[in-house]
């Protein structure tokens, strides 16, 4: 099946830092990534979806200033958390799709935490 | 925002046992998708039923739908501890078909 890589698995930054997760699909293009953030025994709230070569489409109340999403190429779409605060701590899970398969595959997920 | 609610919210059967969740859903559908998540970990895909499909099987996997009542359910048949996940249903919204939004879950416990 597709294989979706995210790194890094987990991270640990100060407050006020910056902090770069990657999304690759490894097998296939993707041409929809998803983000998405997920808290403790909680479900997956999308954070935003992008298409390759355009500008992310942001969910409401996610702050396109702080999470800033680029998907430079069918395989690689990249979340960045900026100036990253404690209440930004939370596990951020990828997926991608490939059109037209319907399904989603998943990278592992990445936790955060900021001190 | 979130577009599914699933019932139960956690869920502990004995081995052997059947499991069932439900998902209901608020705006129309191009499909819904169920997934399964270990603890700390991504989602794998498991089934996708259509919204001119009204039962799918896959396995020990059983999935109906009900597009009037805005409603699906998952069922898990002679359960395994291995089946010990947390479970979602995911809705592929007709308004927009770039967008997946995901149910509450189901925590399924299995005790051997």
């Known amino acids: 099946g597709a294989v979706v890589s995210q790194h890094p698995s987990w991270v640990i930054c100060k407050s006020g830092t910056s902090v770069k997760i990657e999304c690759r699909s490894l097998?296939?293009?993707?041409?929809?990534m998803f983000w998405y953030r997920q808290f403790p025994k909680q479900s997956l709230m999308l954070m935003a979806t992008?298409?390759?070569?355009?500008?992310?489409?942001?969910e409401q109340g996610v702050e396109k200033d702080k999470f800033l999403i680029n998907h430079a190429s069918l395989t690689l779409s990249t979340l960045t958390v900026t100036s990253a605060h404690p209440e930004d701590s939370s596990f951020y899970i990828c997926s991608a799709r490939q059109e037209p398969n319907e399904k989603l595959f998943f990278g592992s997920g990445t936790q955060l935490s900021v001190l | 925002s979130q577009q599914g609610e699933e019932d139960p919210q956690a869920l502990s059967i004995q081995e052997g046992e059947n499991a069932t969740m439900n998902c209901s859903y608020k705006t129309s559908i191009n499909n819904l998708q169920w997934y399964r998540q270990n603890s700390g970990r991504g989602l794998v895909h498991l089934i996708l039923i259509r919204s001119n499909e009204r039962e799918k099987h896959s396995g020990r996997l059983r999935v109906t739908l009900d597009t009037s009542k805005k409603s699906s359910s998952l069922l898990i048949t002679a359960s395994r501890a291995a089946d010990t996940a947390s479970y979602f249903c995911?809705?592929?919204?007709?308004?927009?078909?770039?967008?997946?939004?995901f149910g509450s879950g189901t925590r399924l416990s299995i005790r051997p």
């Open positions: 097998d296939f293009q993707a041409t929809t």
């Open positions: 992008s298409n390759e070569g355009s500008k992310a489409t942001y």
């Open positions: 995911a809705t592929d919204l007709r308004s927009s078909a770039s967008k997946i939004i």
